[in-house]
């Protein structure tokens, strides 16, 4: 069992910056894969970012170049580096661990990007 915390989230102006973390807790942190989600209103909940158990990453098109995923096995974190942030990147976040048929989730941060 992995429960997930995610922090991080809030207002930020379009441009800023903001980084998000998922706190897992349990053991064996380091061979889940980890995913970024993000669900804005009335949308399909849709992939942001993956990395791997071995660190490779992968992006959404439409935040390459702004955002980095990374992880920390130490401590059992991922991390979500939001830069140039968007008004379209308003959103809930989620984090997801994944491996083999387990699959748990945290309970999401909001993320608003306005003036």
């Known amino acids: 069992q992995v429960q997930l915390v995610e922090s991080g989230g809030g207002l930020v102006q379009p441009g800023g910056s903001l980084r998000l973390s998922c706190a897992a807790s349990?053991?064996?942190?380091?061979?889940?894969?980890m995913v970024w989600y993000r669900q804005a209103p009335g949308k399909q909940r849709e992939l942001v970012a993956v990395i791997t158990s071995l660190g490779r990453t992968n992006y959404a098109d439409s935040v390459k170049g702004r955002f980095t995923i990374s992880r920390d096995n130490a401590k059992n974190t991922v991390y979500l580096q939001m830069n140039s942030l968007k008004p379209e990147d308003t959103a809930v976040y989620y984090c997801?661990?994944?491996?083999?048929?387990?699959?748990?989730w945290g309970q999401g941060t909001q993320v608003t990007v306005s003036s």
């Open positions: 349990g053991s064996a942190f380091n061979i889940y894969t």
């Open positions: 997801n661990a994944v491996y083999g048929i387990s699959d748990y």
